[in-house]
């Protein structure tokens, strides 16, 4: 989308957005009833039955208007053009411009444009009558089969995301979804499941279940459930399938270890219950208790671990409560896990809409406290919502010592409304304050004592970082601001030398199975700081434990230095009498312009001591906006008088990198302030060619002795089907890592037995082709299925994917093949089809007067070998017998072809905001369109005329760059819908280093 706006909310998109929708378990309101929305916002927009009705978008602007939190962010206009903005990512013959200095809005769907007046936009009326004219326009014009609720869906996202990154809206089977993760209780099997190597796997079960009552294993491979094969099934659609209601069964078949045999194995599905609170007994009588999320039950299960662990201490000693990657959930037993280690006071207030106080929540006394013991709560940049809220109770209300990390900073609340058609408003209705009615919206609590990790790896050193660069809720788009202030500092700040725990190959840890505590460091920290404390106050506690910080801040100092040592840095505590001179210099090696994709780039950072001082703890850290520079550092320590020395990073320059180039900066410190002038450098990487893909396809019946005399090349129920792939590589660079799989989108009685192959090597022009299987059962009743088709390069993320129909010809008897040794000729161009039939796919061409040879006869068909290994079959009727002994070799026709780009090359570094972008798209066929998007926003659209089915599109166009790198993608597409993509990556000047590798006074 073009945007011809300097206004700042232009720039409020929601990048982030998906990322976080997962990460926010959703924050519900307490006793919020909301009426229903205005009746007259459900009137039918259209009139006609085939015509879209759209009314959703009304009932969700309704409830934003009476009940979103902060109504000077109800911009009507602006979320009426976002709601048009959205439609535009899900469609790409759609492109929205929006002029915002007279309001015109222009749509352009296919070949038509439409211009909308969104200038007198005021209210959410105003915005609904442009949303409405905008969609209906769109579902008119456009050519893609989408859903007209998919658009109303997109459309009403867009809308909200407007208004902050957690007002979203639902659809029925997300909002199906996100129910279970916020009750923890589902009718299932029990047992985690992943894809592992293209196969549905088992990676643990859940003791109690049945799943690990049955004898499941970590490993055992699910072939099969309920007769529906499980290749190449997406998890969230296997999930789907093993889920259910409990009391009913389900059969799978199970692979476990090496068996040649799946066996199968039948269970019965019960209310699972996932935990969200676990615990274990310390030394000294300490208890521990993780909370994972805030889910129906969380108080009920602290309560029962908290007896647990009473029953078998007798006396506990203190309590450590485990919040990290806590990302919220219910606000109630947010509030209850609260109270329970508070006898009275503000637990959280939440102020709603024009900042009204709505509830103030309190503690109240219950023979089940816990408050006669110390209590240390552990948090981190993951611990979001209900987490924040019993970190800031039990801090402000000096019950609890905080360690750890700055948490997430989310402090609003959002209410789920449920809307007519299942799906659901997720809107924000409020803020929450904490007990010292302090807003932590964007702040996040600050702990008492920061807990910063020092990793020494072999190939990297994080020394200063810590957790610098963890995205909070302040790193998202459109973000509720909060407080104006910065984040208080913590009390304490402590480095620990953190252990590197490796996973061995092939094994995964279960959330659900208990942790081994002694190799965290934070807990260790926490229960050495409570065996100094029998305080139950964090005033009383920060006290008592001033001592035992400063013990063991000197213990992870010494394990810190002498770590490094064994690397060969002294980084001892030092002051010279004299004064040094630290001189520094860049080098990247091996030396060049620029580097190639795959390669490995050492930037190695020298400091050389001219001075007559020593120099202590010398260090370096890299500030990029590429993020696989920033933030490296350089470790040099100790550089005596006359020395020098040098600290190098190796850098893998991932095999799918783009064109870009990045400047970076290197910053110094050193311990007594002695710091050389700032370093430049610039890394331009070249991509690597890379590998497109075209393919045809045909079916055979499947016979592993040979072909079978009645294959036709059709498809019939009962059989069991080869499906052969050919694939060529049309693109400039090979392919070596490269998959080709095929998915059953529609019929469960399609069952594939071999769903994924890799092709191997293939190099620029190469073709090769290999068989995948699928059994058609003589239950199926549809007269066609759907097969999705992918081929994908592993190493560069490169695929094609294309969904394919097949008919189901009704079961016949098909005359036997008569094996011949003849040559035919064509009286005119002649189609080469995979079956028996002229709706088969075209496999070649067979030219006028052109002679092949031919090996199988029956009546109306010839039957004839393909390149790769197939047999196709020419009509009779468009050919005739020859005894000529010549015969050409037909070449393979791509039935599949996407369009390829060719454009001008660009500087990759440029001091303007705007660039120009010029090429073509040329197709085989027809090229439909062409569109560039620059950081997700499509700034330029253009198609064929209307009537013109050109194989060439030629395009021009005036790129906005926003300041550093920018994300250029130009996609082109043909009239079969298959797409081809080239991005690389443009740097505008304005927002880096300055110098261009020059080091400046």
Same mark, same amino acid.
């Given at each position: 989308?073009?945007?011809?706006?300097?206004r700042?909310?232009?720039?409020?998109?929601?990048?982030?957005?998906?990322?976080?929708?997962?990460?926010?378990?959703?924050?519900?309101?307490?006793?919020?009833?909301?009426?229903?929305?205005?009746q007259?916002?459900?009137?039918?927009?259209?009139?006609?039955?085939k015509?879209?009705?759209?009314?959703?978008?009304?009932a969700?602007?309704s409830?934003?208007?009476?009940?979103?939190?902060?109504?000077?962010?109800?911009?009507?206009?602006?979320m009426?053009?976002?709601g048009?903005?959205?439609?535009?990512?899900?469609?790409?013959?759609?492109?929205v411009?929006?002029?915002?200095a007279?309001?015109?809005?222009?749509i352009?769907?296919?070949?038509t444009?439409?211009?909308?007046?969104a200038?007198?936009?005021?209210?959410?009326?105003?915005?609904?009558?442009? &949303?409405?004219?905008?969609?209906?326009f769109?579902?008119t014009?456009?050519?893609d089969?989408?859903?007209?609720s998919?658009?109303?869906?997109?459309?009403?996202?867009?809308?909200?995301?407007?208004?902050?990154?957690?007002?979203?809206?639902?659809?029925?089977?997300?909002?199906?979804?996100?129910?279970?993760?916020?009750?923890?209780?589902?009718?299932?099997?029990g @047992?985690?499941?992943?894809?592992?190597?293209?196969?549905?796997?088992?990676?643990? +079960?859940? =003791?109690?279940?049945?799943?690990?009552?049955?004898?499941?294993?970590?490993g055992?491979?699910?072939?099969?459930?309920?007769?529906?094969?499980?290749?190449?099934?997406?998890?969230?659609?296997?999930?789907?399938?093993?889920?259910?209601? +409990?009391?009913?069964?389900?059969?799978?078949?199970?692979?476990?270890?090496?068996?040649?045999?799946?066996?199968?194995?039948?269970?019965?599905?019960?209310?699972i219950?996932?935990?969200?609170?676990?615990?274990?007994?310390?030394?000294?009588?300490?208890?521990?208790?993780?909370?994972?999320n805030?889910?129906?039950?969380?108080v009920?299960?602290l309560?029962?671990?908290?007896q647990?662990?009473?029953?078998?201490?007798?006396?506990?000693?203190?309590?450590i409560?485990?919040?990290? $990657?806590?990302?919220?959930?219910?606000?109630?037993?947010?509030?209850?896990?609260?109270?329970?280690?508070?006898?009275?006071?503000?637990?959280? #207030?939440?102020?709603?809409?024009?900042?009204?106080?709505r509830?103030?929540?309190?503690?109240?006394?219950?023979?089940?406290?816990?408050?006669?013991?110390?209590?240390?709560?552990i948090?981190?940049?993951?611990?979001?919502?209900?987490?924040?809220?019993?970190?800031?109770?039990?801090?402000?209300?000096?019950?609890?010592l905080?360690?750890?990390?700055?948490?997430?900073?989310k402090?609003?609340?959002?209410?789920?409304?449920?809307?007519?058609?299942?799906?659901?408003?997720?809107?924000?209705?409020?803020?929450?304050?904490?007990?010292?009615?302090?807003?932590?919206?964007?702040?996040?609590?600050? *702990?008492?004592?920061?807990?910063?990790?020092?990793?020494?790896?072999?190939?990297?050193?994080?020394?200063?970082?810590?957790?610098?660069?963890?995205?909070?809720?302040?790193?998202?788009?459109?973000?509720?601001?909060?407080?104006?202030?910065?984040?208080?500092?913590?009390?304490?700040?402590?480095?620990? &030398?953190?252990?590197?725990?490796?996973?061995?190959?092939?094994?995964?840890?279960?959330?659900?199975?208990?942790?081994?505590?002694?190799?965290?460091?934070?807990v260790?920290?926490a229960?050495?700081?409570?065996?100094?404390?029998?305080?139950?106050?964090?005033?009383?506690?920060?006290?008592d434990?001033?001592?035992?910080?400063?013990?063991?801040?000197?213990?992870?100092?010494?394990?810190?230095?002498?770590?490094?040592?064994?690397?060969?840095i002294?980084?001892?505590?030092?002051?010279?009498?004299?004064?040094?001179?630290?001189?520094?210099?860049?080098?990247?090696?091996?030396?060049? =312009?620029?580097?190639?994709?795959?390669?490995?780039?050492?930037?190695?950072?020298?400091?050389?001591?001219?001075?007559?001082?020593?120099?202590?703890?010398m260090?370096?850290?890299?500030?990029?906006k590429?993020?696989?520079?920033?933030?490296?550092?350089?470790?040099?320590?100790?550089?005596?008088?006359?020395?020098?020395?040098?600290?190098?990073?190796?850098?893998?320059?991932?095999?799918?990198?783009?064109?870009?180039?990045?400047?970076?900066?290197?910053?110094?410190?050193?311990?007594?302030?002695?710091?050389?002038?700032?370093?430049?450098?610039?890394?331009?990487?070249?991509?690597l +060619?890379?590998?497109?893909?075209?393919?045809?396809?045909?079916i055979?019946?499947?016979?592993?002795?040979?072909?079978?005399?009645?294959?036709?090349?059709?498809?019939q129920?009962?059989?069991?089907?080869d499906?052969?792939?050919?694939v060529?590589?049309?693109?400039?660079?090979?392919?070596?890592?490269n998959v080709?799989?095929?998915? $059953?989108?529609?019929q469960? =009685?399609?069952?594939?037995?071999?769903?994924?192959k890799?092709?191997?090597?293939?190099? *620029?022009g190469?073709?090769?082709?290999?068989?995948?299987?699928?059994?058609?059962?003589? !239950?199926?009743e549809?007269?066609?299925?759907s @097969?999705?088709?992918?081929?994908?390069?592993?190493?560069f993320?490169?695929?094609?994917?294309?969904?394919?129909t097949?008919?189901?010809?009704?079961?016949?008897?098909?005359?036997?093949?008569?094996?011949?040794?003849?040559?035919?000729? !064509?009286?005119? *161009?002649?189609?080469?089809?995979?079956?028996?039939?002229?709706?088969?796919?075209?496999?070649?061409?067979?030219?006028?007067?052109?002679?092949?040879?031919?090996?199988?006869?029956v009546?109306?068909?010839?039957? @004839?070998?393909?390149p790769g290994?197939?047999?196709?079959?020419?009509? !009779?009727t468009?050919?005739?017998?020859t005894?000529?002994?010549k015969e =050409?070799?037909?070449?393979?026709?791509?039935?599949?072809?996407?369009?390829?780009?060719?454009?001008?090359?660009?500087?990759?570094l440029?001091?303007?905001?705007?660039?120009?972008?010029?090429?073509?798209?040329?197709?085989?066929?027809?090229?439909?369109?062409?569109?560039? @998007?620059?950081?997700?926003?499509?700034?330029?659209?253009?198609?064929?005329k209307?009537?013109?089915?050109?194989?060439?599109?030629?395009?021009?166009?005036e790129?906005?760059?926003?300041e550093g790198?920018?994300?250029?993608?130009?996609?082109?597409?043909?009239?079969?819908?298959?797409?081809? #993509?080239?991005?690389?990556?443009?740097?505008?000047?304005?927002? &880096?280093?300055?110098?261009s590798?020059?080091?400046t006074?």
């Amino acid at each position: 989308m073009s945007w011809h706006t300097k206004r700042s909310w232009a720039g409020k998109k929601r990048g982030l957005f998906s990322v976080f929708l997962g990460l926010l378990v959703s924050f519900l309101a307490i006793s919020l009833t909301l009426p229903e929305p205005s009746q007259a916002l459900f009137l039918d927009w259209y009139t006609g039955e085939k015509a879209p009705k759209y009314r959703l978008p009304g009932a969700v602007c309704s409830y934003v208007d009476r009940f979103y939190v902060d109504p000077e962010r109800i911009h009507a206009q602006h979320m009426a053009v976002e709601g048009l903005n959205w439609i535009e990512r899900l469609l790409p013959e759609v492109q929205v411009e929006f002029v915002e200095a007279n309001g015109t809005l222009e749509i352009t769907a296919g070949e038509t444009k439409k211009k909308l007046d969104a200038s007198k936009v005021q209210n959410l009326d105003d915005a609904l009558a442009v &949303l409405k004219d905008g969609l209906l326009f769109v579902q008119t014009n456009m050519e893609d089969a989408s859903k007209a609720s998919d658009v109303e869906y997109t459309a009403i996202n867009g809308m909200l995301g407007d208004l902050d990154p957690h007002s979203v809206f639902l659809p029925p089977k997300e909002y199906k979804e996100f129910m279970i993760g916020t009750s923890g209780k589902f009718g299932g099997l029990g @047992m985690v499941v992943g894809i592992r190597e293209m196969t549905l796997t088992v990676i643990s +079960p859940i =003791e109690g279940t049945p799943a690990y009552m049955a004898g499941l294993k970590s490993g055992d491979k699910i072939m099969e459930i309920e007769g529906e094969s499980t290749v190449n099934m997406s998890l969230h659609e296997a999930v789907g399938k093993l889920r259910g209601e +409990p009391g009913t069964k389900v059969a799978l078949y199970l692979l476990t270890g090496k068996s040649a045999e799946p066996r199968l194995v039948t269970l019965k599905r019960e209310r699972i219950i996932l935990p969200s609170v676990e615990s274990q007994l310390l030394g000294g009588n300490v208890g521990y208790i993780r909370i994972r999320n805030f889910q129906e039950d969380t108080v009920d299960d602290l309560d029962k671990n908290l007896q647990q662990l009473q029953k078998t201490s007798q006396e506990l000693r203190g309590v450590i409560l485990d919040m990290r $990657n806590n990302s919220g959930g219910l606000l109630d037993q947010a509030v209850g896990v609260s109270d329970r280690f508070l006898e009275k006071g503000v637990i959280v #207030a939440t102020v709603g809409q024009g900042k009204r106080q709505r509830e103030v929540q309190r503690a109240r006394y219950s023979e089940k406290d816990i408050t006669l013991c110390p209590l240390i709560v552990i948090i981190d940049a993951a611990s979001a919502s209900g987490s924040e809220i019993v970190a800031a109770a039990l801090k402000e209300s000096d019950r609890a010592l905080t360690i750890g990390d700055r948490s997430f900073g989310k402090g609003t609340v959002q209410q789920l409304i449920d809307l007519a058609d299942g799906s659901a408003l997720k809107l924000t209705v409020a803020k929450y304050l904490t007990p010292l009615y302090r807003d932590i919206q964007t702040l996040g609590i600050t *702990p008492d004592v920061n807990l910063v990790p020092v990793v020494l790896g072999k190939e990297n050193i994080l020394l200063e970082k810590g957790t610098a660069g963890a995205l909070r809720e302040a790193d998202m788009r459109g973000h509720l601001h909060g407080e104006v202030n910065p984040p208080e500092p913590p009390l304490v700040s402590l480095k620990y &030398l953190a252990a590197l725990e490796d996973i061995p190959e092939g094994e995964e840890e279960s959330i659900y199975k208990q942790k081994d505590l002694s190799k965290d460091n934070q807990v260790q920290i926490a229960l050495e700081l409570i065996k100094n404390t029998a305080s139950t106050t964090r005033e009383q506690m920060l006290k008592d434990l001033w001592p035992s910080f400063e013990k063991i801040r000197q213990a992870e100092e010494e394990k810190i230095i002498k770590a490094l040592a064994e690397l060969g840095i002294d980084w001892r505590y030092g002051k010279d009498t004299k004064t040094p001179k630290p001189v520094a210099s860049l080098a990247l090696q091996p030396l060049k =312009e620029k580097w190639t994709a795959g390669e490995t780039v050492n930037v190695t950072l020298t400091v050389e001591n001219q001075g007559e001082g020593s120099l202590y703890r010398m260090y370096g850290i890299i500030e990029s906006k590429n993020l696989l520079l920033d933030k490296l550092e350089f470790p040099l320590g100790r550089i005596d008088k006359g020395t020098s020395k040098n600290y190098t990073h190796k850098i893998e320059l991932p095999k799918n990198s783009l064109d870009r180039s990045d400047e970076f900066t290197i910053k110094f410190t050193e311990l007594n302030g002695n710091v050389p002038k700032d370093v430049y450098g610039t890394l331009t990487v070249e991509a690597l +060619p890379r590998p497109e893909f075209a393919f045809s396809y045909q079916i055979t019946e499947a016979n592993t002795e040979g072909w079978r005399p009645d294959d036709d090349g059709l498809v019939q129920k009962g059989e069991l089907l080869d499906f052969l792939v050919t694939v060529r590589n049309i693109g400039k660079g090979a392919s070596s890592k490269n998959v080709v799989a095929v998915r $059953n989108l529609s019929q469960k =009685e399609v069952f594939v037995e071999e769903g994924s192959k890799e092709l191997g090597e293939l190099a *620029p022009g190469e073709e090769k082709t290999t068989r995948l299987r699928f059994l058609v059962k003589e !239950a199926l009743e549809a007269k066609e299925f759907s @097969m999705d088709l992918v081929i994908t390069d592993l190493n560069f993320g490169v695929y094609l994917s294309q969904k394919l129909t097949f008919p189901v010809m009704a079961p016949k008897v098909s005359p036997p093949v008569v094996e011949v040794d003849k040559r035919i000729q !064509a009286a005119r *161009p002649t189609w080469v089809f995979g079956g028996r039939s002229t709706e088969s796919p075209i496999m070649c061409q067979i030219k006028k007067g052109s002679i092949v040879k031919v090996n199988g006869w029956v009546p109306g068909w010839y039957r @004839m070998g393909l390149p790769g290994g197939g047999r196709g079959w020419v009509p !009779a009727t468009d050919v005739s017998e020859t005894s000529v002994e010549k015969e =050409e070799v037909l070449a393979l026709h791509l039935q599949y072809m996407p369009p390829v780009i060719e454009f001008e090359k660009t500087p990759l570094l440029l001091p303007s905001s705007r660039m120009t972008l010029s090429g073509s798209a040329r197709d085989d066929q027809v090229v439909k369109h062409l569109f560039v @998007m620059v950081n997700n926003e499509k700034a330029f659209f253009k198609s064929q005329k209307k009537g013109e089915k050109a194989k060439e599109l030629a395009f021009t166009a005036e790129i906005p760059l926003k300041e550093g790198p920018n994300a250029i993608t130009i996609v082109a597409r043909d009239d079969a819908g298959l797409s081809y #993509a080239q991005t690389f990556v443009v740097s505008s000047k304005p927002a &880096l280093v300055k110098g261009s590798g020059v080091e400046t006074p």
